[in-house]
C-alpha cells in the first residue's frame, strides 16, 4: 500500500480571500487614519480629507492587486461603519429634547425629502440622484448619503452622485457652521432655540458641536441631541426607502437582483442603538 497523497488545492479559502483583499483594505485605512490625523490638527471636516485623499488615489482602484479590497471597503467596510453609527444613540435624546422637538425634526425630515424629491423633478433628476441628495440634507450628511447608496440600485454614474452629493454637504455643511451661529445671535434666537437650529441644519456631528458651543454650553448640548435625534430617523429612512425601492424599481433598473427586505447594516444600527 501507498501512504495517501495530499489533495492539492485543499487549502483553506479564508487565507487567500485575506491576502487578496489586504492591499486596498490597507490603502483605505491609510486614507481614513491620514484624513483622521489632518482632520483632528488642522480642524478640516474628516469626511472632505478623506474624499480628497480618494479623488487622488483614483487609480489605484483600477490596479488588480488593490482593486478587490477598495471594492471590499466601499460595500461591507461601508455598511460595518454605518451600523456602527447606533452606538452613538441613547435614550436620553428622546427624553432631554421634549415631544414637541422631537415631532419637529422628524417633520422636518420628511419634509426635506419629500421636497427634494418633489423639486428634482423640474430639474429633470431621477429619483437616485434626488433621494441621496435630500436624504444626505436632511439626515446626517455624509453618512447619510453613504447609507443611502447602498440600498440604491447601482449603475454606471452610482459613485459619481455619491462623491458629489458628500463633497456638496460637506462643504455647505462647513459653511453653515460658520454662519448659522452668527445669523442665530443676529436675529435673536435664544440658546436653546439657536441650538435646535444648528442641531438640525448642520450635518456633521464634530461641526455642530462646534458650532454650538461656539454660542454657549446650553446652545452646544442642545445642539448635540437634535443632531443625533436627526442620527436616529437614518433606520427608518432607509427600511422605508428600501421596501419602497424593492417593490417599484424594475428588474432592469435592478440588474436582476432586489435590494434586501430590511438592509443587514440598518439591522446592526439597531441592535447597537438597543444595546447602547
Known amino acids: 500500500m501507498t501512504d495517501p497523497q495530499p489533495a492539492s488545492g485543499t487549502a483553506s479559502p479564508f487565507p487567500n480571500r485575506i491576502k487578496v483583499l489586504l492591499p486596498g483594505v490597507l490603502i483605505a485605512a491609510i486614507i481614513a487614519l491620514a484624513s483622521q490625523f489632518i482632520a483632528e490638527h488642522y480642524g478640516a471636516p474628516t469626511m472632505l480629507l478623506a474624499l480628497l485623499f480618494g479623488i487622488s488615489l483614483n487609480f489605484l482602484g483600477h490596479e488588480a492587486k488593490s482593486r478587490p479590497g477598495i471594492d471590499f471597503g466601499s460595500r461591507q467596510l461601508l455598511r460595518l461603519g454605518v451600523a456602527l453609527l447606533g452606538v452613538r444613540i441613547s435614550g436620553e435624546v428622546l427624553t432631554l429634547l421634549g415631544w414637541k422637538v422631537v415631532l419637529l425634526v422628524v417633520l422636518a425630515v420628511v419634509a426635506t425629502i419629500g421636497f427634494g424629491l418633489a423639486v428634482s423633478r423640474l430639474f429633470g433628476f431621477r429619483y437616485r440622484f434626488a433621494f441621496l441628495s435630500a436624504g444626505a440634507v436632511a439626515i446626517c450628511g455624509a453618512s447619510a448619503a453613504m447609507a443611502i447608496a447602498a440600498i440604491l440600485p447601482r449603475d454606471a454614474r452610482s459613485e459619481e452622485r455619491l462623491i458629489f452629493t458628500v463633497v456638496s454637504v460637506t462643504l455647505l455643511s462647513t459653511l453653515a457652521m460658520i454662519v448659522y451661529p452668527v445669523l442665530s445671535v443676529a436675529i435673536g434666537f435664544d440658546d436653546k432655540t439657536t441650538g435646535i437650529f444648528i442641531g438640525a441644519t448642520v450635518h456633521d456631528v464634530a461641526q455642530v458641536v462646534g458650532a454650538g458651543f461656539s454660542v454657549s454650553e446650553e ?8 443632531k443625533l435625534l436627526r442620527v436616529i ?10 421596501l419602497v425601492i424593492r417593490t417599484v424599481a424594475s428588474a432592469q433598473e435592478a440588474k436582476g437582483k432586489r435590494p434586501p427586505l430590511v438592509p443587514i447594516f440598518v439591522i446592526g444600527f439597531v441592535a447597537l442603538a438597543a444595546l447602547r
Open 219 to 226: 446652545t452646544g448640548n442642545v445642539a448635540t441631541l437634535v
Open 233 to 242: 430617523m437614518l433606520a427608518p429612512v432607509v427600511v422605508v426607502a428600501a
